[in-house]
Nanobody
Framework: QVQLVESGGGLVQPGGSLRLSCTASGTIFGWDMGWYRQAPGKQRETVASITRHDSTNYAESVKGRFTISRDNAKGTVYLQMNSLNPDDTAVYYC?????????WGQGTQVTVSS
């Protein structure tokens, strides 16, 4: 059973930055990885993704502000979030896909508030 553990969330002021990390219980080589978020009363949405070939994709709302990256040797995917605003407040979830299997982390809270 694969386990994904997110970290790095917290409270940040508007305009600030955070870096989220998602570490898998094993290697992520060959996996497609992604970050999703869910705000109160809203559906979970895709934030950013990175394929096993290092191709990235971003939601329009975070383009130019967020950067997804991966370190296969460390089994970790990152989400660098800059210029945060209150609309970015949500629980952020890590997602991993390999073949027909999909795994989710438990989520980490990001709150953007002054």
């Amino acid at each position: 059973q694969v386990q994904l553990v997110e970290s790095g969330g917290g409270l940040v002021q508007p305009g600030g930055s955070l870096r989220l990390s998602c570490t898998a219980s094993g290697t992520i080589f060959g996996w497609d990885m992604g970050w999703y978020r869910q705000a109160p009363g809203k559906q979970r949405e895709t934030v950013a993704s990175i394929t096993r070939h290092d191709s990235t994709n971003y939601a329009e709302s975070v383009k130019g502000r967020f950067t997804i990256s991966r370190d296969n040797a460390k089994g970790t995917v990152y989400l660098q979030m800059n210029s945060l605003n209150p609309d970015d407040t949500a629980v952020y979830y890590c997602n991993a896909g390999y073949m027909d299997e999909v795994w989710w982390g438990q989520g980490t809270q990001v709150t953007v508030s002054s």
